[in-house]
């Protein structure tokens, strides 16, 4: 070969613009499963009593990502709050 033509292709090779890249398409979004709830009834961990965590209530949590069940009543989280309020020092467990 000559050196004309190696001169040629050297400068198709450098003009020739690159291969645009391969795009795959985006997968197809999933669609939402629909969750039903039902009412729940849960022992206290505080007062042993049993108390029905609410349908409701289990989608408004999921809603904002906590899926595992109050461990106390109310009344038990109402007096919780108090005393860790009232001794800030103590470790909640």
């Known amino acids: 070969m000559s050196n004309?033509?190696?001169i040629k292709r050297t400068i198709s090779r450098i003009l020739?613009?690159?291969p645009a890249p391969v795009v795959k398409p985006a997968p197809a979004?999933?669609?939402a499963q629909?969750?039903?709830y039902t009412d729940k009834i849960?022992?206290?961990?505080?007062c042993g009593i049993e108390f029905v965590w609410e349908a409701g209530d289990q989608a408004y949590y999921a809603r904002?990502?906590?899926t595992n069940p109050p461990r106390y009543c109310a009344a038990c989280r109402?007096?919780?709050?108090?005393?860790?309020a009232a001794h800030p020092?103590?470790?909640r467990k």
């Open 64 to 66: 904002i990502g906590m």
């Open 16 to 18: 020739t613009p690159p």
């Open 89 to 91: 020092e103590q470790d």
């Open 34 to 36: 629909k969750v039903t």
């Open 78 to 84: 109402k007096k919780r709050r108090a005393y860790f």
């Open 29 to 31: 979004p999933v669609p």
């Open 42 to 46: 849960v022992d206290c961990a505080g």
């Open 4 to 6: 004309k033509t190696e």
